[in-house]
């Protein structure tokens, strides 16, 4: 009888027809099929940067409006690396974007630490100086630790000091470092579901990968809302094999380790969201010039992941708009120490 009646059900069940549609979100081309795979809906930092910047720049004019000063940001760069030059540049060039003042105080690599304390101290006082950022890395004479901890923690648009580090820790509201809040934006914006999801971040880098890992995996009813992910964290020295039987089952990959094209595509989940946070540069063997390049073989993976970020036009417009995001917060006194 259970046979019959399921012959029937086969014989009777409704023709359904296959179609496939696209969808268009700002930063993102969604294409949604039932008949094959395509390749990754690419996620553009670029776009995402945009929409962050306009709504920056609505609250810095209500702001202003309302009788304020315009906010304003104090970068100092000590050194002469170029990396560093570039991304401070494009930070100036953001800020002014959206109408937040700016200044960059330059010294050269010899400049002691305890000068730079006292710099960093000044600025901490000046009540007309709402967000401090030190550019990163200085000179290897200068402790790193002491410089972020020198910040005042209401002023820290980069989210390093211990105070904020903590906080985050804790599920409590911070200023974040702004890669990781950018990614995070990347994640919320694009619709991404994180709920009961497994992620792997490659990485564990104390500005990157440790901060990227608890707002993936805290629970979202605390003061800080998290993805409630499991996450799995790896690092440089993590056994290729090992890394791969991790990311293989991941609905989530941030890749953040530093080493060019360490996720493969015989290391992704069909459907995976894939971001790279990676920066390096390589050289083109065809051409012999010089390229940047992400952790992420992003032209095989892209044909198995279901969302992926570009290198460059990924999460690096995404850190410069979230540096502007924290220093209206930080202008707002948003956040409460």
């Known amino acids: 009888m259970a046979s019959k009646i399921f012959q029937s059900m086969i014989k009777h069940r409704p023709l359904i027809k296959c179609s496939a549609s696209f969808t268009h979100y700002s930063g993102l081309t969604k294409f949604s099929t039932s008949t094959r795979r395509h390749e990754a809906q690419i996620i553009s930092g670029v776009a995402l940067a945009k929409d ?5 720049k609505t609250e810095v004019e209500e702001w202003v409006a309302d009788g304020n000063q315009a906010p304003h940001l104090s970068v100092v760069l000590v050194g002469e690396n170029p990396a560093s030059a570039t991304y401070v540049k494009n930070k100036v060039k953001a800020c002014k974007k959206v109408g937040i003042t700016s200044e ?5 690599p010899s ?3 305890s000068t730079l ?3 960093i101290n000044e600025l901490n006082e000046n009540k007309n ?3 401090i950022l030190v550019q990163l890395p200085v000179p290897e004479h200068i402790d790193e630790r002491t410089i972020c901890n020198a910040v005042a923690p209401e002023k820290d648009v980069d989210g390093f000091h211990i ?8 599920d409590q509201p911070s200023l974040l470092p702004a890669t990781p809040a950018g990614v995070w934006e990347m994640i919320k914006r694009t619709g991404v579901e994180t709920f009961a999801k497994t992620a792997v971040v490659c990485g564990r880098s104390k500005n990157v990968g440790m901060p990227m890992a608890m707002l993936l995996h805290t629970d979202h009813r605390h003061e800080r809302p998290g993805g409630d992910a ?3 964290q790896t690092h440089r020295y993590t056994p290729r094999e090992q890394l791969k039987m991790f990311t293989l089952t991941a609905d989530i990959i941030i890749a953040a380790a530093g080493i060019p094209k360490l996720i493969t595509a015989d290391m992704v989940k069909e459907g995976a969201c894939v971001i790279d946070v990676g920066i390096n540069r390589v050289k083109d063997e065809a051409t012999q010039k010089y390229k940047m390049v992400g952790d992420v073989d992003f032209d095989e993976v892209k044909k198995v992941a279901g969302y992926i970020t570009p290198v460059p036009g990924g999460v690096g417009p995404m850190t410069v708009a979230m540096l502007c995001k924290n ?5 707002k006194k948003a956040i409460k120490y």
């Open 327 to 331: 220093t209206m917060l930080a202008t």
């Open 111 to 113: 400049i002691t630490q």
């Open 230 to 232: 499991t996450v799995t």
């Open 163 to 170: 105070s904020n580090i903590g906080r985050l820790c804790l």
């Open 104 to 108: 960059v105080i330059t010294h050269p």
């Open 52 to 56: 962050i910047h306009k709504e920056v």
């Open 117 to 119: 304390l006292d710099i």
């Open 129 to 131: 100086v709402n967000g």
